[in-house]
């Protein structure tokens, strides 16, 4: 199987899950307890098909300073969010929020929670092909954490050389940390 069909097979799995706001609420409470590095966090604005997000963005906003990514051209930019922020529908009918916006470079973050499609078990991640997320880890050091529905957990996941895997996933069933 190669990206392209991993790819396919992961959507039809997503859109075929019948428990998302269980394994979502099960997957915050792990992160919230997760030992994670201190400092900010960026965190994605989720959208259906991915693990929900909302409350995570609240309850980061009161213990650390939030940013929330926004597709700049073919790059992320990040945005500071806090409980006032406002939003707007932009690229792929992703809510991206107002604000000014910087350089990933230039803001750092200790901890991105990134979106996925498929990961595996030696937490490579299989993004959805845009490229945004390749992109912002080749010029970011930073934590980086997948969330994933138990569904999205697959034996391999079809990795390239640019492909940076993941420091932590986090599912239903608990933290797994890369060795």
Known sequence: MDKKSQRRHLKFALANISDKLEQSESIAE?????ELPKGSICIYNSIASEVDTKALIEYFCNVREVYLPVVDGED???????????????VWGIYEPIGKRLAPQ???????????????RRLNRL?????????????T???KVGLAFRE???????ADD???PLDMLITPDGIIIRS
């Open 76 to 90: 992320i930019a990040l945005v500071n969010v806090d409980k006032d922020t406002k939003y707007v529908e932009g």
């Open 162 to 164: 640019w492909d940076k």
């Open 141 to 143: 050091d930073t934590f």
């Open 127 to 139: 993004g959805k092909g845009k490229g945004y997320y390749d992109r912002y880890f080749a010029k």
């Open 106 to 120: 230039d803001v750092r973050p200790s901890v991105t929670v990134t979106p996925l499609l498929g990961v595996d």
């Open 152 to 158: 999205q957990v697959v034996e391999k996941v079809y």
């Open 30 to 34: 792990f992160i919230k307890c997760a």
